[in-house]
């Protein structure tokens, strides 16, 4: 069955509104952290980032196994499940 949505533009959310912040985005192989930098339809650009291998508990401080990434790292939106800013 399907079920009509209303979907809201809301101001000031969204990945724009992250811009300069750290934020992890759980994507479809791998997790990725680091300050967004850049956001357009088709990716989004990560600064100092890091790719988390393993996590450890999310109420840890620190990732358990997350490498620095050496340049910054362009992600394809469509393969983003979900974002958000983790305090780490």
Known sequence: MKKLVK???VNGEGL???MGEIVTFF???YIYTGKLAGVNVDSVKLEDASIVYETGSFTEAQW???QKLPEPVYIMRAAIESFMILKR
């Open 7 to 9: 979907v809201t533009n």
């Open 16 to 18: 724009s509104s992250l």
């Open 27 to 29: 994507c479809l192989n």
């Open 64 to 66: 358990k196994d997350a």
